[in-house]
C-alpha cells in the first residue's frame, strides 16, 4: 500500500436489527490474538438498506505511549515502518522519542525505560483514530507492531471505536479479510439477512 485508500461501505443487506459494523487490522505478529488484542478502529451505525458510508485508511501512522491507567499520555509522534521508539524520562518527566531503527525493515518498535505500575500502554492511530495497541509494556521490555495492508470487518451488537474486540458483543468470531496492496478505491458491500447470515463482499474497486 503505497498511498491511502478510499473506502466506501454499502448496506445491501436486511439487517433489521441493525448490529454495528466495525473495521479493524492486526498486527501482524505470531502471537497477536485478534479477538482479545483487536481493536476496533471504525464504527459504522445506523447506515440504512442502500445507504453508504465512506472513509479513508490513511498510509500515514502516529504513535503515542500513556501510563497510570491511561491518564497520562505522551505526544503523538509520526511512526515509520522500519523506525523504533523509546519511552524513557529526560529533564522534563516521561516523553516518548524516536530511537534509531527497529530490530526488522518490516516493524515498528517501542521499548519502556520508565518504571511505573502497570506499564506503559503503547498504541498506533490512523486518521487521529487507535488501529492498534499493546496494553502492558513493562520496564526494559518492548511492543513490535508488524502492520500489512489488511483491514478486518466483522458484525456487532456493542462496540464502540477504540473499544477492544474482547470487550465487545460480537456477532461473530470470523471476519471478512479485506487486501488493500494495489488499490486507491474500493467499495465493500454487506449482503444477507438474519435467516441466511451476513457477509461482506467486495463490490468493486481500483
Known sequence: MSSNVNIK???HSMNLDQPS??????NEI????????GVAWRVINKVGRGSSCNFTFPISTEIS??????????AMLPAVIGSRFCVAKDSTGIVLRADGNASSTTSIDVCSDIQTPGGVSVSLYKDGRVVMT???????QKATFVLHPKLYWGLASEIQEGDQLSSAVLNSDSFFEQDLEGVSEVTVG???????????????WK
Open 9 to 11: 461501505y454499502v448496506n
Open 21 to 26: 459494523v466495525f473495521v479493524f487490522t492486526k
Open 30 to 37: 505470531p502471537s497477536f490474538d485478534a479477538l482479545r488484542e
Open 65 to 74: 505511549a500513556s501510563w497510570n491507567d491511561g491518564c497520562c499520555r505522551t
Open 134 to 140: 499493546k496494553q502492558v509494556v513493562s520496564y526494559n
Open 190 to 204: 454487506l449482503y444477507g439477512n438474519a435467516e441466511d447470515g451476513y457477509s461482506f463482499k467486495i463490490d468493486g
